[in-house]
């Protein structure tokens, strides 16, 4: 019927998860971002009431990338009524709630909430409304939970998916348990202390013997600077490697101008018996 190959792996996780309703739609291609943002964030039931273009519609996969067996299953209904009648709790995303009382959270108290709720194994829906306007009052009337997400208030304008995402997001994070600050060094780790220090006393030994720290007054504190810059970082062995390459042939053309330094007795980034060609070591 779409020409569609089936899109992603998707399938519903086990038990409760939250049921997304988007309520009276008016574009296809609105509903298929919809459901996109919904496989980005690991939900899977869709419910559409009373869409204007009825269902189903093509562009609405073409817009899925890929999120396609969630627009397979998604169901559709007359009514917000008939859409929340087997969930225990609807919650309404709403951006300026008036003349009500009621619990009203951001998308993020939401989010663990929503968790809270479906590891009891109680269905919670939640209700996004049309384009043009959202949710009436009538359909706020169905939900015991609003949603209303802190945007900045000269200019709170987001489309159906942006809408979606935000949730969708703030649903997966509240049980994702990826750091949230990470170094990725790839094949190579962060060096120790050890290392770091063995590099720095071999650099302060060249910029001696260089002339660089010749000011007396002024060497103490141009040391402590280039400790502080080394140390404010996680440098990588890798790193450390290069460093003592680029010392190694520095050090190398100096020499041919006649001013020596100690001689090393080894190179501190191998083993004794490494030989110093100047090249950055391999591991």
């Not at 999120?67 to 709403?94: K, M, N, W």
């Not at 001696?208 to 400790?227: C, I, Q, W, Y």
């Amino acid at each position: 019927m779409t020409g569609r190959d089936g899109g992603a792996d998707l399938v519903p996780p086990p038990g409760e998860s939250p049921v997304v309703v988007l309520v009276r739609p008016q574009l296809a291609d609105n509903i298929g971002a919809a459901a996109r943002a919904m496989a980005n964030g690991g939900l899977f039931h869709l419910r559409l009431v009373a869409p204007r273009d009825g269902w189903p519609q093509e562009h609405a996969w073409r817009m899925a990338s890929g999120a396609d067996r969630i627009l397979d299953a998604a169901q559709v209904f007359d009514s917000v009524e008939a859409a929340v009648a087997d969930c225990h709790h609807v919650f309404g995303t709403c951006p300026r709630p008036r003349h009500v009382i009621v619990r009203t959270l951001t998308a993020r108290a939401a989010a663990e909430d929503l968790r809270a709720l479906n590891a009891r194994d109680q269905r919670v829906a939640v209700l996004f409304g049309p384009e043009r306007a959202g949710l009436t009052a009538e359909d706020l009337a169905c939900c015991d939970t609003l949603v209303r997400y802190p945007l900045n208030p000269a200019h709170m304008s987001l489309n159906l998916a942006q809408a979606v995402m935000i949730l969708a997001y703030e649903w997966w994070t509240a049980a994702e348990a990826t750091p949230p600050r990470l170094l990725v060094t790839n094949e190579t780790r962060v060096a120790t202390k050890g290392e770091l220090e063995a590099f720095l006393e071999r650099l302060v030994a060249e910029l001696d013997a260089s002339g660089f720290l010749d000011t007396e007054h002024k060497r103490p504190t141009m040391v402590r600077n280039l400790r502080h810059w080394f140390q404010r970082g996680a440098v990588t062995e890798q790193e450390l490697r290069t460093l003592h390459g680029v010392v190694t042939e520095l050090s190398r053309g100096r020499m041919t101008r006649g001013r020596l330094p100690e001689p090393d007795p080894a190179p501190p980034w191998g083993g004794a018996g490494e030989a110093d060609d100047g090249q950055i070591p391999r591991r």
